[in-house]
């Protein structure tokens, strides 16, 4: 057999298996950490500040708790909080960058925590699935150990129980209206 034939076969049968390697990587399941449960004790002593602020301040205060994490980060990520959370990022796929948005949905938990529901998506012309999106953001950004990307959920938890403020102080989520843009949040500050 001509040496240029089997050069073209070897060629194509690397290129084939590389597709299938990135394909099956895209697709399989995530291994999720679980939810913590929540760390909300409040001692009878500790006093609870309500402090209401706008998406615009909200903003500055989560981009100050997480920007060393993002600025650290193999994507480069930026939040936006308008009448929604909307995650901005780019990607780099065969040499060729594309930018991606997400948008989320936030839901107050019981226990104070919030929830980012993925609501809609956009990856310039590609027809990529979420959770595919959500797994290389959980692989590519070491995010800090109280925000969980859940790719399967195709949501954020953002564990606010673990946040922890300047002199030991807690905070809780307990009303998210962006399209009123009011939004509620407990101080909990100990007095031991």
């Not at 001509?2 to 995530?30: C, D, E, Q, R």
């Not at 409040?42 to 402090?51: E, F, G, H, N």
């Not at 602020?53 to 936006?80: G, H, I, R």
């Not at 999106?133 to 673990?162: A, G, M």
């Amino acid at each position: 057999m001509n040496k240029w034939k089997v050069a073209f076969f070897a060629i194509t049968g690397l290129f084939i298996i590389l597709i299938t390697v990135i394909v099956v990587w895209a697709t399989s399941p995530v291994e999720e950490d679980p939810i913590p449960a929540p760390d909300n004790n409040v001692a009878q002593t500790d006093s609870i500040l309500l402090v209401e602020t706008t998406a615009d301040d909200f903003e500055k205060l989560a981009m100050k708790y997480l920007a060393d994490s993002l600025n650290k980060s193999a994507l480069p990520v930026d939040f936006v909080i308008g009448e929604n959370i909307v995650l901005e990022s780019e990607l780099t796929v065969f040499g060729v960058t594309v930018p991606f948005s997400m948008e989320f949905d936030p839901i107050v938990n019981e226990d104070g925590n919030i929830r980012m529901k993925q609501t809609s998506m956009n990856v310039g012309k590609l027809n990529i699935p979420p959770i595919t999106v959500l797994k290389l953001l959980s692989d590519s950004v070491e995010f800090p150990s109280w925000v969980i990307v859940r790719p399967n959920e195709e949501e954020i938890f953002v564990d606010l129980s673990r946040l922890r403020l300047y002199s030991g102080s807690k905070v809780r989520a307990k009303e998210i209206d962006l399209k009123n843009d009011r939004i509620l949040l407990e101080i909990i500050v100990p007095n031991k």
